[in-house]
């Protein structure tokens, strides 16, 4: 069954550095998202992408984050200078002409 | 008023028990809805999505009543591997479009023997 695949599972950083987030959504799937989830809260959206560009973005998703999809595989999430409070669960979805979404494991980021 | 509520719970209940989880959203042109389930610090998975007509996937119902913005899902004869958070998703797009999903805090259940 095809699935949804994100690297790393757990990325450790300082305050202020750049991290990137890859995935690679199911193969034959036109739409892609990011969402995360704080320890204990529920998931929120950050950004939907269809056709090389951005379609909707949360109040979350400032100027300090970004997404690419460098080649016809990867979706990539960038936060250019991390904070205490982006530390989550960041989860990639994928969807194809349908509407149900189907999300990777996961990449459980950590600001110190 | 939140966009997605639920009773966090927990629930527990015995195996072989029935259980409902209810769920209401705020927002009258939501399109799609859909339950997943999470277990602990795992993705969301997609359980079912939900129809108008209702719908019935082996132990699990699903109902949706528009005219009250209210979701259910009810499982049949409860299996210790059920417990797991469960999350009630609405989405205001239908298909073909890249569309946020709208989560609600979830409904922790928990099976016991």
């Known amino acids: 069954e095809p699935e949804v695949t994100q690297t790393p599972s757990h990325q450790v950083t300082q305050m202020g550095q750049e991290v990137i987030l890859r995935c690679v959504p199911i193969s034959n799937h036109l739409y892609f998202y990011w969402y995360r989830q704080i320890l204990g809260q529920k998931v929120e959206f950050l950004v939907s992408?269809?056709?090389?560009?951005?379609?909707?973005k949360s109040e979350i998703f400032d100027d300090q984050f970004s997404v690419e999809r460098p080649d016809g595989s990867n979706f990539t999430l960038k936060i250019r200078s991390t904070k205490l409070e982006d530390s989550a669960m960041y989860f990639c979805a994928s969807s194809d002409v349908g509407y149900e979404q189907f999300f990777g494991p996961g990449t459980r980021l950590t600001v110190l | 008023r939140k966009e997605v509520e639920q009773d966090p719970g927990p629930f527990n209940v015995p195996e072989g028990a029935t259980v409902a989880f209810n769920c209401t959203y705020s927002n009258s042109a939501s399109q799609s809805f859909f339950w997943y389930r999470q277990d602990c610090r795992k993705e969301p998975k997609l359980l079912m999505s939900v129809y108008s007509s209702g719908n019935e996937d082996g132990r699990f119902t699903a109902q949706l009543n528009r005219a009250s913005q209210y979701i259910s899902l009810l499982i049949r004869d409860s299996k210790l591997s059920d417990s797991a958070t469960y999350l009630c998703v609405v989405n205001l797009a239908s298909t073909g479009t890249a569309s946020k999903l709208t989560f609600g805090t979830g409904t922790r259940l928990q099976v016991t023997l």
């Open positions: 992408f269809y056709n090389n560009e951005i379609s909707e």
